[in-house]
């Protein structure tokens, strides 16, 4: 089960577009709000769980919660103004309770700072991550009969996927203030240029097969468009094929597909925020951080073999096309593309070059 994926799908266009009425802030905040927010409450919750008497914590905010509490909110959140400010004050007054008041007020003033938005909407925002990503625990102790210490050891198996979706600079922000833990800061921009020894356990877990998939959607695609192939043509045995694909993008412990992943990811939730000039300059420490990431990763990548460039082409051919779009949209505005330009040019050019 994929933690991650299945919190954050709660946030519809739809839904990301009713809370922004509710609260007053633009979608785009919504977004980065909840896209950052949910992992930084998921490694918060690991980091009590590690503490005395943390596991009971835990298992008593999940027991409090009832039966589909992802659905709840999920109905909540395509409501009126009224209950969505509803649920985001219950899952304040939740993360208040389980990670300490002055923790929480931590997490939002930190929140706010990053994404660029008055400290009073970030508490309501931090609180629907914190109903979204409690509800998804208990979503998945419920689904597999887990009981707290299950919960935390399920976190554990995908520590290193929630850590990856906290971008460096807000990891940094964290860490500084011990509102995570330093060995918690391993982020996107941190693991690109880490030959870490723990890669090869890495790239047998939930993120192998996901790299390893988006890889052959990409080859399917390609095969498709190019050459008249059906993808289920192209894609058989996908688990096993996927895995090989994932497996050949490891040079050295280093994993090349979840890192480049990862930086994506973080690169599409930066420009997301971007509106005007200012959110445009708050944006480009971030994307100074990718690139100097993609800088990390140019060893590696040239070390790779046939099956690796091919699959790595495959990756990086497939989210290019729709980043560019995003990019060429933003330096098009006279007020944000003069700020963006310098760190947008050297992040086309590498992965270009690695896509190439």
Do not use: C, H
């Not at 011990?178 to 890669?199: E, F, H, K, Y």
């Not at 990548?301 to 699959?311: M, R």
């Amino acid at each position: 089960m994929d933690i991650m994926k299945m919190i954050t799908g709660t946030m519809t266009p739809m839904i990301a577009g009713k809370v922004a009425g509710a609260f007053g802030v633009p979608e785009g905040i919504v977004r980065k709000m909840m896209a950052v927010g949910v992992p930084v409450i998921l490694a918060s919750i690991m980091k009590r769980g590690a503490t005395a008497g943390g596991t009971d914590a835990i298992g008593a905010a999940l027991a409090g919660m009832g039966k589909n509490p992802l659905d709840g909110l999920g109905a909540a959140l395509g409501g009126d103004a009224s209950k969505i400010n509803s649920a985001a004050q219950g899952g304040a007054d939740m993360l208040s309770s389980l990670l300490g008041v002055g923790a929480a007020g931590g997490l939002a003033k930190t929140l706010a700072s990053y994404a660029g938005v008055d400290e009073k909407a970030a508490g309501p925002l931090l609180g629907l991550a914190g109903s979204a990503a409690l509800g998804g625990l208990k979503t998945a102790a419920d689904t597999q009969g887990l009981d707290a210490a299950g919960v935390m050891r399920l976190l554990g198996t995908q520590k290193n996927q929630i850590e990856g979706a906290i971008p460096a600079d807000l990891g940094r922000m964290l860490s500084a203030s011990g509102l995570l833990p330093q060995a918690a800061d391993v982020t996107n921009a941190a693991r690109a240029t880490i030959p870490a020894a723990s890669a090869p356990a890495q790239s047998g877990g939930i993120m192998k097969w996901i790299i390893g998939a988006l890889v052959l959607a990409a080859l399917a695609w390609f095969a498709f468009t190019r050459f008249g192939a059906k993808p289920e043509e192209v894609v058989t045995e996908a688990p096993a094929t996927a895995t090989a694909a994932a497996d050949a993008l490891v040079v050295d412990g280093v994993n090349i597909g979840e890192s480049i992943q990862g930086i994506l990811t973080n690169i599409t939730g930066t420009l997301a925020g971007v509106k005007d000039a200012d959110t445009a300059t708050a944006a480009v420490q971030s994307l100074t951080d990718a690139d100097t990431a993609l800088g990390g990763l140019g060893t590696a990548v040239g070390a790779l073999t046939g099956d690796g460039k091919t699959a790595l082409q495959a990756l990086i051919g497939g989210a290019l096309p729709a980043l560019k779009t995003t990019i060429d949209g933003l330096l098009a505005d006279t007020a944000i593309g003069p700020i963006l330009k310098p760190a947008l040019d050297g992040i086309l050019a590498k992965l270009t070059s690695f896509g190439g």
